[in-house]
């Protein structure tokens, strides 16, 4: 069925998004880089992304969606083939992008699609759309294990004996090859396995693509009428501000809570990885649950109880900040609060004024900024002021603007509508 596809392509989606930290190291050796001289390809990714979801949301408006998230997931497929196969960076770069603009694609049409099917009734599932998506993000590192086989032994050295060895490796590689088969056997079946999957599921969307139901279900929503909320572009312009201060907190904490805990708090690094767990396990767990919840409860409703959650474990981390104790119970209700927060917001704004593919792109847009913009500024400021917790004051910062926001965009979503 319709919604079983979707969430198959947004569990993909979550697994090659989250594979590439894993097997990153894998990959320099494979192009002869070392690792900080690589990382562009997070910004390669990161524009590919921007430029799909754009590209996504204009397609949307003018294409059957089924046959551009089957083309959109058959890219993705390819792709992943190929990667394992580069071994020039500026190649790996370029295929990056590529994959980062295919999901981008596949993101803003999945909400889209969610919303075309069950227009403001479908909030379960939307959050069943995103628990798929933390799902296969939760599985990629254990797939990972699969491409670290070969990689115990390396996983002793620092990065210097890094690039020496990378150094010998390139010497003795053939200079020429642009693209062959990568040394390392593990890293290639791990993206072969996670290639063939996206692949099945690409045919299925094409199956549906033949069906077409799309259409007959479309006409049926539309049918109900669009609705406008009297201020429609700026409620969408605040919804971009939400998301973008709430993605950019949720990465910059996955992202940093580790070295924060280090060097701030001076956990173990065994420790400290387990609270990294620890945030994204209930941030996963909590999007499972917000799909029953969903049912019982309005998308405004969970966004608020999300902020309050938000606020509460933001305050105690900064109050708290050396306590080992309250690191642990603040991240967990953190990761938690943060879980069902974006798909309510999409539910929530459905409600009052009806989106497009070109509307959906532009809040997508603003989460993918926030998730760039954000870790990146804050990486710059813990440079300059190293013995302050500024991931703390940065997500207490945006938890506080989130919980302000919505209480305006309510107050004008709930204006009479346009006729």
């Not at 933390?134 to 990629?140: S, T, V």
Request: with cysteine; hydrophobic share 50%; aromatic share 14%.
């Amino acid at each position: 069925s319709t919604p079983r596809v979707l969430y198959a392509s947004f569990l993909g989606l979550g697994v090659s998004t989250a594979i590439l930290g894993p097997t990153f190291q894998d990959l320099a050796r494979n192009v002869n880089r070392n690792i900080s001289d690589l990382s562009i390809i997070f910004v390669g990714r990161a524009s590919g992304f921007l430029c799909g979801t754009m590209i996504g949301g204009v397609l949307l408006d003018y294409m059957n969606p089924f046959l551009l998230l089957g083309v959109s997931m058959l890219i993705t497929a390819v792709g992943f083939y190929l990667i394992p196969f580069c071994k020039k960076a500026f190649l790996l770069i370029i295929m990056m992008a590529v994959f980062g603009a295919s999901i981008g694609v596949v993101d803003t049409g999945g909400n889209v699609l969610i919303l075309d099917l069950w227009g403001d009734k479908g909030a379960p599932h939307m959050q069943a759309l995103h628990f798929s998506f933390a799902l296969g993000a939760f599985l990629a590192p254990l797939l990972a294990k699969l491409a670290w086989g070969t990689t115990a032994s390396a996983q002793n050295h620092t990065e210097s004996d890094l690039d020496t060895l990378m150094l010998n490796q390139s010497s003795n590689a053939t200079t020429g090859s642009v693209f062959a088969v990568p040394d390392d056997m593990n890293l290639l079946w791990a993206y072969a396995s996670i290639s063939t999957y996206v692949l099945v599921v690409s045919v299925f969307l094409f199956g549906l693509f033949c069906k077409k139901h799309s259409r007959q279900k479309k006409s049926a929503a539309s049918a109900e009428g669009a609705r406008r909320a009297k201020y429609h572009r700026a409620l969408l312009c605040l919804l971009f501000l939400f998301f973008f201060f709430y993605v950019g907190a949720e990465i910059t904490y996955g992202s940093y809570v580790f070295s924060f805990a280090t060097t701030h708090v001076g956990m173990e690094e065994s420790e400290a990885a387990g609270l990294n767990s620890i945030f994204w396990g209930t941030f996963a767990a909590c999007r499972g649950l917000a799909i029953f919840f969903a049912t019982l409860l309005q998308p405004g409703t969970m966004i608020v109880l999300s902020n309050i959650g938000s606020l509460v474990s933001c305050f105690f981390l900064v109050l708290f900040d050396k306590s080992p104790l309250c690191l642990w119970i603040a991240t967990s209700v953190y990761g938690a609060s943060m879980a069902a927060t974006f798909p309510s917001g999409i539910s929530w704004i459905e409600q009052y004024t009806t989106l497009t593919g070109k509307s959906a792109a532009f809040f997508v847009i603003g989460s993918a900024l926030g998730e760039m913009a954000i870790p990146a500024v804050i990486g710059i400021l813990q440079g300059h002021y190293p013995d302050l917790p500024v991931v703390l004051y940065t997500c207490l910062g945006s938890a506080i603007f989130t919980a302000v926001l919505f209480p305006v965009m309510y107050k004008l979503a709930t204006l009479p509508l346009q006729s």
